[in-house]
Structures are given as C-alpha cells and as structure tokens.
C-alpha cells in the first residue's frame, strides 16, 4: 500500500511546485477529493477550503454537472484549433454569452488558458492599439504596489509584491507602480480635504504626467486587490481613475481574474462603483478552476481597431489552448450554476455574515483591521492598534486555523479569507469559530 510517506518522497524528488522552498514543502498536504467547500486529505481528513482553491472554486468541489459537460466535449471533440481560420461550437456559445455580460462596452472576447496569459494579452493589445492609432510610444504600464497580476515575464513586471521580482530580474522595462487605495496604510500624501481615494487616484494623474501621457498605454488594477491582502478601495476612487485615464488617453484594464464572476457580490466588481474598463481580464471564476480557462474583453472601440487593421497590421496574437472547446463548455456549464443558484447574490450575503462575524474579533488586541467585499475579507495582526506595528503572528494563525480543520493563506500580517459562493452560514460560522480560536490561542 502507498503511504503518506511514499508520496511525499516521489513528491518531493519529481515536482517543482508553485513558490518552491524546501521548508514550505515538509509536509505537505496531499489532497484525494472535495466536495462542497470541504477538501479531503489521502488519510481522509476534512479540511474546509478558506480560499476556495486559489479564489476559484466558486460553484464548490465534486460538481457532477461539470464533470458531464467536459465527458460530454471531450467525446464529442476534445480539442481543435482556434486560429483565425477556424472555431468550435463551445467557444462560439461562451464568446456570445459573455458579450455584454460583464459590462455593456465590451462584447469581443479573446481566450486563454489562465489570469497572467489574459494581463499578457491585455497589455500587447493596448500596445498593439496605439501602434494603430499612429502613437508607437504608447507603450508603458501603470499598476499598483502590491497588484498581484501573475508571474509570467510581463505580468511579473506589473505585479507589485516584490518579493516576486529579485531572482528573477530583470524586469521588462515600462512597468512602474503607485500607491494603493490602501485606507489602512495609506503609503500616499494627502492634501488638506483630499479623501484616500481621491489621493491615491491622483498618485495616478502625477504618474502619467511625470512619465508623459504620450508614453503610457494603460493602468491596470484589480477593483478588489486580492494576493495583495483583500484591499477594497474607497468608494470615490474608481470613478476618479476612470476620469483620469479618459482625460490623459490611458486605457484603464480591469483585472477581475479574482473579481469576476460573483466573488464580491456583483458579476463583476466594478459596476458597483459605475465604471467601465477598456479591457477585462478574466479567469479562474469562469472554469471554477475545474479546467484552466482565462481571457480579456475588449471595448467595442478597441474591437473595431482590431478588425479594420490592414494584413501587415494583423493582431499577431495567439495560444494554442486559445478557446479550448472543452474548456469552454465547461465554462458554460459553471455560468449555468452560477446563475441558476444565484451565486453573486449568496457571495453577498455570505460575505456580510463574514465580515460582521470577523469585524467582532477587533475587540482583540492584536487584530488592527478587518476588511473585505463579498466573500473576500481579511484579517490584519497588530502589536499595537496606535502605532499599527505588524504583530509577525500571521503565519502562527494560520498553522492554527489549519490544526483546527481551516485551509487558507495569509499576506504579510494579513489573514485571507474567500471561500467558494456556495458556503453555508453553518459553514462561516465555522469558520469564524476556527479564526477565533486560532487568534487567541496564538495571542496568549
Ligand atoms: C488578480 C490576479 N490576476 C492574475 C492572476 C494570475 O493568474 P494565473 O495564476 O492563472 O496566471 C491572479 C492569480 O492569482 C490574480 O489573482
């Protein structure tokens, strides 16, 4: 019989995972099924999925009906070619499901295989854009400190974690970051009457000025920041970056490979503060997780460019895995859940028992802030709630939440929480009881 051990062996000799340290894989978790929001380990112990996969499994693990649609693709044509020239059934339903689903602008859709493939293709077709419109020089990328946008090369640049970039630098030159709509810490300067959301969209007018408007293709942001700690911007910043990116030329790509799909309540994030993106770059959500699928929209603007370009001109773009049928007809099968049990409306209601259940815990010492939208919220440690002095208590939380049956992951002092839609409030407050205990077992 095949131990725990012998798996951890042939693990550990054969596979380069994700953040690969020694240290961080001793004892890993070896997971055999999920169902719901609970994973099983190969000795059979349940574990509640806190961050729902990596964010993605909104539907929940062990759905039959996705398993179905992808027997029922592959059988019928498991893969072909999506290159100009040729197209299958599955993707063209999803491309025409998803135009004008997310936001009335944008109705022309390209696919990839995940969220850093979509930054990628987001930030080659804003370059591509301006080249068209005659202004080459467009080319550099505004993102945010902390932004998590994937870790491909270009994606790299643009993500604002540094710990990301130092072994593997150096990085594509063009991309720089501001300040984050962080309200916590705000790391910006505040002018006398300035709100946090009007200082921290102003930190993006300044950058466009000082590196010059002629010069920059796009910002890009996530609404909610996600790997960066669950960041939820002030209400009035949005709009404002909206009006800064109108007014200087600078096309605004929206980030919602966590966002997108009901994860903060709405289909997608930023309708809530009434703003459109230029470009959309979607994934994890779409597929749930259960088979790789990402991609970006583009404003209908941006399409008639794409499509009035001489032969010389053309959008020399592509992937193999582009509008993979069987991913696509696992996607439509997913959105067919997400509608039908009114997913987005149950992330908000979940994600306010959440986030009222956790905004209790600031009556301990060391809890600083609580913070999130729909169902993702995290938890930020402080030594002292005056001086906001990171507590370094994260990471003992999170081995004690895991003790206590609760899988998730933390960033810096913060402890990140965003668990699949489909939760019970029996299960938050589970959850809730497990974060509980943790905390103050690691305080005393
Ligand atoms: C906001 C955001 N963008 C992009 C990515 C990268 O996606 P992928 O890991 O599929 O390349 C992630 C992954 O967590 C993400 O959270």
Not at 267 to 294: E, H, M
Not at 333 to 360: S, T, V, Y
């Amino acid at each position: 019989m095949t131990t725990y051990t012998d798996l951890v062996t042939s693990d550990q000799a054969h596979m380069l995972h994700p953040l690969q340290h020694p240290a961080a894989h001793a004892a890993p978790l070896i997971f055999a099924r999920g169902e719901g929001v609970w994973l099983y380990t190969v000795d059979g112990r349940p574990i509640l999925d806190g961050l729902a996969g990596l964010w993605n499994v909104l539907v929940g693990h062990g759905r039959v009906e996705l398993a179905a649609a992808a027997q029922q693709q592959m059988t019928a044509l498991a893969y072909c070619s999506n290159y100009a020239g040729t197209s299958n059934l599955p993707a063209i339903a999803l491309a025409e499901r998803l135009a004008g689903f997310a936001y009335p602008n944008l109705h022309y859709t390209y696919f990839t295989s995940g969220g850093a493939e979509a930054n990628e293709s987001a930030f080659k077709t804003a370059r591509y854009y301006w080249k068209r419109l005659g202004k080459p020089n467009k080319v550099k990328v505004i993102a945010r400190q902390d932004a998590y946008h994937g870790v491909t090369l270009a994606a790299m640049s643009a993500t604002g974690i540094t710990p990301y970039w130092p072994m593997f630098e150096p990085r594509v030159p063009g991309f720089l970051h501001i300040v984050a709509p962080y309200p916590y810490r705000f790391a910006g300067d505040t002018r006398p009457g300035e709100s946090i959301g009007q200082a921290a969209a102003r930190a993006l007018e300044q950058a466009i000025l000082r590196e010059g408007p002629d010069s920059v293709a796009a910002f890009i942001a996530e609404p909610v920041q996600g790997a960066g700690g669950v960041i939820v911007p002030p209400d009035d910043y949005f709009p404002r970056v909206r009006e800064i990116c109108d007014q200087y030329g600078v096309l605004f790509i929206a980030d919602e490979v966590i966002t997108g799909f009901g994860r903060t309540g709405d289909w997608f994030a930023l309708n809530r503060w009434g703003v459109q993106p230029d470009i959309l770059s979607f994934a994890k959500g779409i597929t749930s997780g259960y088979l790789p699928l990402g991609g970006i929209q583009v404003s209908d603007t941006i399409r008639d460019v794409i499509l009035s370009a001489p032969p010389a001109e053309r959008w020399m773009h592509a992937y193999t895995y582009s509008g993979h049928p069987t991913c696509c007809a696992v996607a439509l099968a997913n959105l067919d859940i997400l509608a039908q049990e009114a997913l987005p409306a149950q992330a908000a209601a979940m994600g306010q028992r959440l986030l009222a259940g956790l905004a209790a815990l600031q009556e301990l010492d060391c809890v600083g802030d609580v913070r999130g939208l729909g169902l993702m919220a995290a938890v930020e440690f402080v030594a002292d709630k005056e001086t906001k002095t990171p507590a370094g208590i994260a990471n003992n939380i999170l081995a004690a939440c895991l003790e206590r049956g609760l899988l998730t992951r933390t960033k810096g002092e913060s402890l990140l929480l965003a668990p699949p839609l489909i939760i019970s409030a029996a299960e938050v407050d589970q959850i809730l009881a497990i974060v509980r205990a943790a905390i103050e077992t690691v305080a005393s």
